[in-house]
């Protein structure tokens, strides 16, 4: 039995309860980034210090598990995904908060599964069915209804919607990413390399702060809370949930965002954006079931 498997039937946790600490871990990201961002951080190290942090913590899990890290052409292509996997995607997730506020750029984020079905598309050459085009639409339909009703203390601007997307788009590579990797390496190692090289990439666009006490913990959390142990939580979780199952359960993020977002920050979407909010997510639930074609 291997060190994980050992540490996955030890911890007794059932899979769905990972899953869903995961989504709340993951649910506060927006929130610690407002915290921090409002404490005087810059947005772009916000993101800088989730990736060092964070990967300074894999890189020593993965260090004392002894778990090999990915070599040649593997190395590369984790490479590239820490550039645009981390240091794009962070980024443009703490420029969305920025922007936007926070629970409008948890919702953005979840257009991730409709980029997924569309990269499938042009990149995997994998077909488009009734399905992804609806799921798809659906998403545009949402973002549009979102652009329109805006809400309070919501700023649905066009740099909030573009930073918010961007943050989708590379969200899904990680799906794409997952697919290849994640079953090779345990994902410890891969966050050990791609997490450094992120912080690297956002490295020349800090405008450094000084922080205070309270930034230091905002950030501090976010790498520790919402980077190390959501992604250890969502990774042992899945080891025995469906994908399916588990991509559900995770849905519940922006939800957890928009609560903490609204009682801490006064942040509340307007109907017409709660209404677009619910078809990104249903289109996002709809592409995580598996396909049924056979052809």
Same mark, same amino acid.
């Given at each position: 039995?291997?060190?994980?498997?050992?540490?996955?039937a030890?911890?007794g946790?059932?899979?769905?309860?990972?899953?869903?600490?995961?989504?709340?871990l =993951?649910g506060?990201?927006?929130?610690?980034?407002?915290q921090?961002?409002?404490?005087?951080?810059?947005?772009?190290?916000?993101?800088?210090?989730?990736?060092?942090?964070?990967?300074?913590?894999?890189?020593?899990h993965?260090?004392?598990?002894?778990?090999?890290?990915?070599r040649?052409?593997?190395?590369?292509v984790t490479?590239?995904?820490?550039?645009?996997?981390?240091?794009?995607?962070y980024g443009?997730?703490?420029?969305?908060?920025?922007?936007?506020?926070?629970?409008?750029?948890?919702?953005l984020?979840?257009?991730?599964?409709?980029?997924?079905?569309?990269?499938?598309?042009?990149?995997?050459?994998?077909?488009?069915?009734?399905?992804?085009?609806?799921?798809?639409?659906?998403?545009?339909?949402?973002?549009?209804?979102?652009?329109?009703?805006?809400?309070?203390?919501?700023?649905?601007?066009?740099?909030?919607?573009?930073?918010?997307?961007?943050?989708?788009?590379?969200?899904?590579?990680?799906?794409l990413?997952?697919?290849?990797?994640?079953?090779?390496?345990?994902?410890?190692?891969?966050?050990?390399?791609?997490?450094?090289?992120?912080?690297?990439?956002?490295?020349?666009?800090?405008?450094?702060?000084?922080k205070?006490?309270?930034? =230091?913990?905002?950030?501090?959390?976010?790498?520790?809370?919402?980077?190390?142990?959501?992604?250890?939580?969502?990774?042992?979780?899945?080891?025995?949930?469906?994908?399916?199952?588990?991509?559900?359960?995770?849905?519940?993020?922006p939800?957890?965002?928009?609560?903490?977002?609204?009682?801490?920050?006064?942040?509340?979407?307007?109907?017409?954006?709660?209404?677009?909010?619910?078809?990104?997510?249903?289109?996002?639930?709809?592409?995580?079931?598996?396909?049924?074609?056979?052809?």
């Amino acid at each position: 039995m291997s060190t994980v498997q050992r540490a996955d039937a030890a911890s007794g946790v059932p899979a769905p309860v990972l899953i869903l600490c995961a989504a709340v871990l =993951w649910g506060l990201l927006g929130i610690l980034g407002k915290q921090a961002q409002g404490a005087g951080v810059g947005a772009l190290e916000v993101a800088f210090w989730r990736a060092a942090l964070g990967g300074g913590l894999f890189a020593l899990h993965a260090a004392v598990t002894r778990a090999p890290l990915p070599r040649g052409r593997d190395l590369l292509v984790t490479l590239g995904f820490g550039v645009l996997g981390v240091s794009v995607f962070y980024g443009a997730y703490q420029l969305a908060v920025r922007s936007g506020g926070a629970s409008l750029a948890s919702v953005l984020l979840y257009t991730a599964p409709a980029f997924v079905a569309l990269l499938g598309w042009a990149i995997l050459r994998e077909r488009l069915g009734l399905r992804e085009v609806l799921a798809v639409g659906g998403t545009l339909a949402g973002v549009a209804l979102i652009s329109l009703g805006g809400g309070q203390g919501v700023t649905v601007t066009a740099a909030a919607l573009a930073f918010g997307l961007l943050s989708g788009l590379t969200y899904s590579l990680y799906y794409l990413y997952g697919k290849a990797f994640f079953t090779r390496y345990a994902p410890t190692a891969l966050y050990a390399v791609a997490l450094p090289v992120g912080a690297l990439g956002l490295l020349p666009f800090v405008d450094w702060a000084p922080k205070t006490g309270a930034a =230091w913990s905002s950030l501090g959390a976010m790498a520790v809370l919402s980077t190390y142990l959501a992604y250890l939580a969502y990774s042992a979780g899945l080891r025995r949930l469906p994908a399916t199952r588990a991509s559900v359960i995770a849905s519940l993020e922006p939800v957890v965002a928009a609560l903490l977002a609204a009682a801490l920050f006064g942040e509340r979407l307007s109907l017409l954006a709660l209404l677009g909010a619910a078809l990104v997510m249903a289109a996002a639930l709809t592409l995580s079931r598996p396909s049924t074609r056979t052809d």
